[in-house]
């Protein structure tokens, strides 16, 4: 076993010692691990919850190199081990994104936000509390443009303004972003990633939100359309996208997922390139 290996093995057990210690203290205050997004008890998942109300998300240390090479474009990587990235586009918006938030903070789930410029500039704070949560922000362009079917000045401007507006936001430029309405092609792709350095991250379980099915749909078309190493896509400007938020998030959990960003997880899939031969217990998981 290589020094290395050890060492990250016995970081590792030292930090699920730090989360088991961490999370009884929390055990009473604010802890709605088993109500919905109205505060009320029950839902799809409910039974779950009850007999098992500390669904917390594990604290993870997956570092993300920038300087890691990473593909033109992700809606899911290649693992075994259960890590997702939920992702959440169009806002921050000034009342559900902060309500989104206290749900992910009480489970320490950290998701992915990939932010319209406008609402960027009106709602700094939001961003900021992102960044200190641990949650990562993405570009979404200024104006929700279609980028495929905008001059490439246009696309240009869309791109750097939203950029620039998460940049004078919280301070980290973003390096991933998700075209919005999902209107992409190849040379986009290759356009994006040449001249800005990002890739382009779609996703694997589209719950169709924004068509608001009602909260109990989306939360079970998450809960049952989700395999390992994929991307889920929801909205963070829909109340009904909250409310479905703790039944999805539990009844990922309860199954034995577990949350990473975006950039966490396509840095999961370098490692497992770079380090193929390493055990899967560096991840805290065995392979079932
Ligand atoms: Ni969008």
């Known amino acids: 076993m290589p020094r290395s290996l050890i060492s990250r093995l016995f970081f590792f057990i030292i930090s ?25 008890k029950g839902g799809v998942f409910s039974g779950n919850s009850k007999r098992n109300p500390m669904l917390r998300n594990p604290e993870f240390s997956i570092p993300v190199d920038p300087n890691l090479a990473r ?4 809606s899911r990587i290649r693992t075994q081990a259960p890590f997702v990235a939920m992702t959440f586009d169009d806002g921050p918006h000034p009342v559900h994104t902060p309500r ?37 922000v993405g570009n979404h362009t ?24 998460i940049v004078a936001a919280c301070g980290i430029k973003p390096r991933i972003l998700r075209p919005p309405g ?56 829909h ?21 990473v960003t975006v950039s966490q997880l396509i840095s999961i899939e370098r490692r497992q390139v770079v380090k193929a031969e390493e055990p899967s217990e560096f991840y805290g998981f065995k392979n079932s």
Request: net charge positive; with cysteine; proline share 3%.
């Open 71 to 74: 593909s033109l474009t992700y």
């Open 239 to 259: 109340g009904p996208t909250i409310a479905a938020m703790p039944r999805a998030l539990d009844g990922l959990l309860s199954k034995g997922y577990r949350f």
């Open 182 to 237: 999902g209107h992409i092609n190849n040379r986009v792709k290759v356009w994006l990633n040449r001249e800005f350095g990002y890739s382009t991250i779609m996703w694997a379980v589209d719950p169709e939100d924004w068509k608001r099915p009602g909260s109990g749909v989306v939360a079970h078309r998450i809960v049952s359309e989700t395999d390992a190493g994929e991307i889920i896509l929801a909205h963070d400007i």
């Open 100 to 136: 989104l938030l206290d749900i992910l903070k009480v489970r320490n789930i950290k998701a992915t936000f990939f932010v319209v410029g406008t609402n960027t500039r009106r709602y700094p704070h939001i961003i900021r509390r992102m960044v200190a949560e641990g949650h990562e």
């Open 16 to 40: 699920i010692t730090l989360f088991i210690g961490c999370s009884s203290s929390d055990k009473e205050k604010n802890n709605t691990a088993f109500m919905d997004g109205n505060g009320n």
């Open 142 to 165: 200024v104006n929700h443009k279609y980028l495929s079917r905008i001059s490439i000045e246009e696309a240009r401007a869309e791109v750097l303004g939203c950029e620039r507006a």
